[in-house]
Each structure stands twice: as structure tokens, then as C-alpha cells.
């Protein structure tokens, strides 16, 4: 019996998830649910669109609830307040305030009999399972993370807030000789800066202070001020002609030892080269929207994240399938 | 409280969990089991020595057994035997025969209410789980496996077999012409041929007929007839100084689309580069034993595979620890 799946925001995010459910041929799609008036919303496949309070009353209609907001304010309300109702899966990546939306959901969901599975991304995710992974197989080993060559939305949109922006695309990079001394073993200490460089597309409003933009955006604290960040101003035709898609990616390294006296050295690396980071993290989504129907099913609730899922549970594949073709 | 555990087998894969089992600290080695005289037998850590009959009587100072036999003849028959007294753990790694191996193992188990997991190295093991991810996120993906560069012991071991050689190492290398077309997802077609090479260190005995030893190795069929091989006679001392390590390592790459028309590539990449084979083995075996003690103590019985354990058992982190720093 197909999955039965509902998507809550329709974004990015939401499209990305839409897609990934409709190529899946054991889940089906129920629709999108929407804060805005649901008549303005058209959606890529053809799903029926509701309005958000839809949701109070189709309990039984639907398997998995993907909420597809924000982590900012949409996901810390929305995680709790429907894994009351749904199983739920979300890609909460705030890594900071993880623990406390944990708890909130996993308070949520048992209280109702629910699942949930948060944080089910690509970082936090499956950077998350890379990290895990090495270093319960090599204790003590450096684990390393870079980002990019890929879009930071949040990092774009911060730009956008400064006075004299149209608009803008961040580029985050990561430094090819650090992930070179990683991989090669070498254990480097490495700031922030030595990292990551950032490369910044501005559409300037006519008239505006280039200069005055480019010195906000550099010493920004948080976003810029530890980077060395380029500014390029671009009109905005070539700003949605070489710049309008979502790629993103990065690796984990991680570098151990064992033998007597940590002789030998193993380097483990999980690359992603992903052409659009929101189709790809809503396909994460879709899987773990799967797995979560399957645990529900068994009788599991409360919240989880990817560390307590078997794998086998995110594939439409038997285990007797798997063993044979992916072991 | 330490999970306990014993291994069956010291040959280097059981001196590589030895290792494994010393470095973690929740961990405890009872003892190393073994069908030679235990009086010849010594520890790289001073383990104590048992005969393999005392495997009998040693069912209650053992949380774990790790078989550290060879998948030709060992696992099959030690496998089924000692889940039947034990939680086992095994790299058994023929991949043909695992679903034989799992049933086997499977009635054994659950018959003596114990649990194992099997195939836990790194092909079978790591690759598989990147395999698992990748295809459970990106649905009909396509996925390559490139070994190397790394000493294969079943290919060395089929060249000594040769009349007139007195010892051998061979190396599996990836075609790297190949593994470039796979990162840029090019999806091609790729023969034995094309993927990869292997290279071969022979120590030829006194007044052996080289050209007849190297024409048997470059057309031994499934060993080296569908491959570029090439044959490097070399001394005995140059053997152990240059040849004398076992390093191995890999590539799985997958390479998917989403879109409406498939318009956007992904690309996933798990590498290896491990300076020791056996010993990054024994510590994949050490986190699973880890995992089986755990999930044995919760009542799970029967067969196993990495398919089937949340990643959190196999680490020594709480659920909180995980959430709060590798998520």
C-alpha cells in the first residue's frame, strides 16, 4: 500500500519534495497545504492544494506530514504543533537549537501516538551519517566539514537586507588547499577563514554606493567579517542568466589511525555535487518520509533523526532484494 | 558495564579488531580463540589464548564473538555454529553467497536466541550503506564501485599458485580516466576492462621461466583474463621493503537526477584510502560488536545485516551527545 504523503509549505523545498514523492512509485501524493490563498498556488505535478487548517481534519487521510518551512520560526512552531496530529518528517537545520526541537516534537509525538524525524537534510543529515559512521569506526579520528562550491540562501538573503541592494547570490567556497592537507592526513588546524572563502553577486540599485555596499557586506559579523569575501556587482540579467539555480554540496573528511602506535592512517570521505540543493534535500525528505510510515506502522513514536534509522527502512526495497543487489 | 568480547581467529583481520577492541574504551577483550596450539599463539596486546573447544564452556564471559575466518571455508561452518551459542559478528564477503550465509546464520541465531550481523567490512559493509543512501534518495541512480589502489589478497594468493613463484603482490587499480567520467555523471558504459587494472609483484624462483609465469597470471580466467594486467618480476628483498603493507581503499560513486525532466545531477561519492586493510576492517567489525551487544540486550534475535542497525548503536556517544555534536 502506497504511502500516503502531505507537504506543508510550498517553496523551494516544498517543489523539491513534490517531485521526489512523485518519483517514487510506492508513495502517493495527497496534496500541498498552504498558508497562502490556496487559489494562488499552482504546483508543479498537478497536487490539489488546501489551505493550512485542512489540516485539523485529515488525520486520516495522510501517512507522513513533510513540513517543508523554515527553521528560523516556521518548524520550531509548526514541528510540535502537528506531530500532535501527523507523522512527521522535517529538515530543521538550525544545528545549534537541535536538541531543544527534539524535544519539543518528541514531546508532541508521543503525547499523540506519533513519529516524527527531524533535521533530515543533507547537513545536518546525510553529513550527519558520514560523521557518525567514521567516527564510531575510528575513535579520536578529525572529522572535517566544507561546504560549497554552492548557494547560501541565508548568507543571499542577508545581503538583500542592506540598503542600496536589488539582489544578490552568495557563493560559499571551500579552499582547495585545506581539503588537499585534510585528505592527505595531515590533521591541519584550520580558522574559519583558512576554510571557506565567500563570493558575493550584487545587483546594486542605479545610483547606489558600491563602495559603502561592498565595505557592509565584507565586515558583516557572522556572515563575512571571518571570511575573505569577494563582491562582484552584476546586472541583474546576468544575475538570472549565470546564477539562478541552487547547486550546492560539499564533503565530510574524516582521518583516523589504528595499529600499535596509530601507524596507520584511513582517510573516509562523503562527497555531494548536487545541481539543486532543494530537489535534492526534499528527495532525503521523501525517503525518510517512507521510513518513518514503516517505523509508525511498527509502533514506534516519539522523535528520531537519521542516527536511529536503518537504513533498509529508507528503500522500497525488500531485505532479501537488498542483500542480494546493494550488499 | 564493557560489552565483553571474544575473537575466533588471529590472523590479521582478528589482530586488526584486537587493536580496535584495545582503542575503545567501552570495550573489553576476553580473549583470542584459535585452532592452532594456543601455546603459539602470541598477542599483540597480551590477550590471553584460548583453544577453539573452550568456545564450548566460555558462553557466559561473552558478550560478543567475532569470526575473523576466511568467507571460502571458515564462515560458512563457523558462522551457523557459533550463533547458535554467541551474538556473532563476521566480514563474511562473497557477495554471491550472502543470502545463503544470512539463512544460515539467521536459524541459528534465532534458534539459540542470539543475534548476529553479518558482512560487516567495508565491501561488503561501508560501500554497501553508501550504496543503500544513495538509491534510497535518488531512485533509479546509477551506481559505480571502483576498488583501489589496494593489495588484493585473493589475486596475490592465486599468482603464488604458480609454478615457479616464490611469492606475489597485486594491486587493484581504478582506471582513473574512468572514475573522472563517473564524477562529471556521464553514466557510462563501462567494461571489467575499463574500470580497472592490476599490477603484480612476483618474486620468481632461481631459473623459473618468466615468460610462461607471466603468460599464465595475464590469462588466468575471473582472476586476470579480463583485465590489462602487467607483471613486475622483482627480488625478494624489494618485495618486503616496498610491498610489505596492505592498503586498499575505494570509491562508490551514484549519480542521480530529479527535476520534471530529470534536469538536475547529483552526484554522491563515499572514498576509502586505508593504510591497512585488516585493521580498518577489525574496527568496522568492534563498532558492530558494539551495535549486536546492544541490540541482543534489547531482545532483538536472529540475522543481521548494517541494512538493519541505526547508525547510533554502532557509536559509544548517547543519543543526546550524537544530536548535540555530530548531527
Not at 567516527?135 to 545581503?159: K, M, N
Not at 552568495?170 to 588537499?180: F, I, L, N, R, S
Not at 540543493?277 to 525528505?285: A, D, K
Not at 537519521?306 to 542483500?323: H, I, K, N, T
Amino acid at each position: 500500500m502506497a504511502v500516503r504523503v502531505g507537504i506543508f509549505g510550498y517553496g523551494n523545498l516544498g517543489r523539491g519534495v513534490e517531485l521526489a514523492v512523485k518519483a517514487s512509485p510506492d508513495m502517493e501524493l495527497v496534496g500541498v497545504f498552504t498558508r497562502r490563498d490556496p487559489a494562488s498556488v499552482q504546483t508543479v505535478s498537478g497536487a490539489a492544494v488546501y489551505p493550512e487548517n485542512a489540516l485539523q481534519e485529515m488525520t486520516g487521510d495522510i501517512d507522513v506530514l513533510v513540513l517543508c518551512g523554515g527553521s528560523a520560526t516556521d518548524l520550531p512552531v509548526q514541528g510540535p504543533k502537528y506531530a500532535a496530529l501527523y507523522n512527521i518528517v522535517d529538515s530543521f537545520d538550525t544545528h545549534a537549537h537541535i536538541p531543544d526541537h527534539f524535544a519539543d516534537v518528541d514531546k508532541a509525538a508521543s503525547e499523540g501516538g506519533k513519529l516524527g524525524i527531524i533535521s533530515c537534510g543533507w547537513d545536518p543529515g546525510m553529513f550527519s551519517l558520514a560523521r557518525i559512521y567514521a567516527e564510531a569506526i575510528l575513535p579520536g579520528c578529525a572529522t572535517y566539514t566544507f561546504w560549497g562550491r554552492g548557494v547560501s540562501q541565508g548568507h543571499s538573503d542577508a545581503i538583500r537586507r542592506i540598503a542600496g541592494v536589488k539582489d544578490a547570490r552568495q557563493y560559499t567556497v571551500p579552499v582547495p588547499e585545506a581539503m588537499e592537507e585534510v585528505r592527505a592526513g595531515k590533521n591541519p588546524s584550520l580558522t574559519t577563514r583558512q576554510k571557506h572563502t565567500r563570493v558575493c553577486y550584487v545587483v546594486a540599485e542605479e545610483g547606489a554606493d558600491l563602495e559603502r555596499i561592498n565595505r557592509e557586506i565584507v565586515t558583516m559579523p557572522d556572515y563575512f567579517a571571518d571570511y575573505d569575501t569577494t563582491v562582484h556587482f552584476i546586472s541583474l540579467e546576468e544575475l538570472h542568466e549565470q546564477h539562478s539555480g541552487l547547486p550546492h554540496g560539499g564533503s565530510v573528511i574524516s582521518c583516523g589511525t589504528t595499529g600499535r602506535d596509530g601507524e596507520n592512517s584511513h582517510v573516509v570521505e562523503y562527497r555531494l555535487d548536487l545541481d539543486s540543493n532543494p530537489e535534492f534535500t526534499g528527495s532525503i525528505l521523501a525517503a525518510c518520509a517512507r521510513a518513518v510510515a514503516r517505523m509508525a506502522a511498527e509502533g514506534r513514536t516519539g522523535c528520531m533523526t537519521l542516527f536511529d534509522v536503518p537504513p533498509a527502512y529508507l528503500s522500497p526495497q525488500s531485505g532479501e532484494e537488498l542483500r542480494a543487489h546493494l550488499l
